[in-house]
């Protein structure tokens, strides 16, 4: 990183923002040396949601579409890499190059479909849903990968890590997927501050004043259902490698698209670090009561979505920003909600 696009992320940034952004990198960097290995996976999937949601919030908080499909895009990438690896043995990184022009051309079809005719709010996230469901019944009957028998990657023992084919123990999936969220919360602070960034919030807080003052609101919204589209794919890449098998009625369903909003809705729709405390805000509160669960011995089904639900209650009633903003606000984070 040069220090010209340092300097930029640090530009109009309280120090305190800095000093806060510091220890919490300095504390996910030596995690895995403190752990034990259940908390480590904790940390992996929470740092999962986190990344998705920042992939999420691109799409919505920015620009103000809300999609509630994003899980297309994951899967695809899952699929195309993981088929890559089994049957070619090409690595997943190779694959995830693959895997970004087709997640962004899927992107581009819905986009384009969306507004040029006119497909927008509630009906766009139909929209993006409808082809969510088209991917899962038909990778559900694709044999190439399967269909619903599932694919499932080779597992083997290694004696050491092996990054380039993603094959390894949780503490190296763990960095790879924190390295994934820092870069996305790079990229998302780089496109605020740029003449796209402002323009995705002026279409978001008004898009007839943003076409009137000359804005191609077509143009910008593409861009930015195609960069989330983008950066997602790389989520399905790694939950292939970590998780090792693939089902379409797993990948592509609906509740994976919901659980990468969860997030962001928390913490703040819109905000930069909204993503990131959302996502340990929900996954801490849900372990919590897992363990809770277990210690007392009781064993119900749904648990786990009810309490999002009631999370997500408890957010629209009590802090419609989210969770970040009245923090901030609160810590002195004077410099915006970001």
């Known amino acids: 990183m040069t220090v010209a696009v340092i300097t930029r992320l640090a530009d109009d940034v309280p120090r305190r923002t800095l000093i806060l952004l510091g220890i919490l990198l300095a504390a996910l960097l030596v995690a895995p040396w403190i752990?034990?290995?259940?908390?480590?996976?904790?940390?992996?999937?929470?740092?999962?949601?986190?990344?998705?949601?920042?992939a999420w919030n691109i799409m919505m908080g920015f620009a103000g579409q809300?999609?509630?499909?994003?899980?297309?895009?994951?899967?695809?990438?899952?699929?195309?890499?993981?088929?890559?690896?089994?049957?070619f043995g090409i690595g997943p990184w190779i694959g995830f190059l693959a895997s970004i022009p087709v997640a962004a051309a899927c992107g581009a079809i819905?986009?384009?479909?969306?507004?040029?005719?006119?497909?927008?709010?509630?009906?766009?996230?139909?929209?993006?849903?409808?082809?969510?469901?088209?991917?899962?019944?038909?990778?559900?009957?694709?044999t190439i990968v399967n269909a619903s028998a599932g694919l499932f990657l080779p597992v083997a023992q290694y004696a050491h890590?092996?990054?380039?084919?993603?094959?390894g123990d949780p503490t190296m999936f763990y960095y790879v997927i924190l390295a994934a969220t820092v870069l996305a919360f790079v990229l998302c602070r780089l496109l605020l501050r740029s003449r796209i960034g402002y323009f995705w919030l002026a279409i978001r807080e008004d898009e007839q004043a943003a076409r009137a003052v000359g804005i191609d609101t077509f143009r910008y919204k593409m861009y930015a259902v195609v960069i989330s589209a983008a950066a997602t794919s790389f989520a399905g890449v790694?939950?292939?490698?970590?998780?090792?098998?693939?089902?379409?009625?797993?990948?592509?369903?609906?509740?994976?698209?919901?659980?990468?909003?969860?997030?962001?809705?928390?913490?703040?729709?819109?905000t930069l670090f909204g993503p990131i405390l959302g996502a340990f805000v929900l996954n801490g509160l849900a372990e919590t009561l897992n363990a809770t669960m277990s210690a007392v011995g009781l064993d119900l089904p749904g648990a786990k979505e009810v309490f999002y639900g009631l999370c997500l209650l408890f957010v629209i009633l009590a802090l419609p920003e989210g969770v970040w903003p009245p923090l901030a606000r609160r810590l002195g984070f004077d410099k915006g909600k970001r």
């Open 110 to 142: 819905i986009g384009f479909l969306a507004f040029r005719f006119g497909v927008a709010g509630v009906y766009f996230a139909i929209l993006t849903i409808a082809f969510g469901e088209f991917a899962r019944i038909g990778f559900d009957h694709l």
């Open 238 to 270: 790694f939950y292939a490698f970590f998780y090792n098998n693939l089902f379409p009625e797993q990948v592509f369903n609906i509740g994976r698209s919901i659980e990468m909003i969860l997030g962001p809705v928390i913490g703040g729709v819109g």
């Open 161 to 167: 890590n092996d990054l380039w084919r993603l094959r």
């Open 66 to 87: 809300l999609s509630l499909g994003n899980a297309l895009y994951a899967g695809l990438g899952a699929y195309l890499a993981a088929a890559l690896f089994t049957d």
């Open 35 to 54: 752990v034990n290995d259940y908390l480590l996976t904790v940390l992996i999937v929470t740092l999962y949601s986190a990344y998705t949601g920042q």
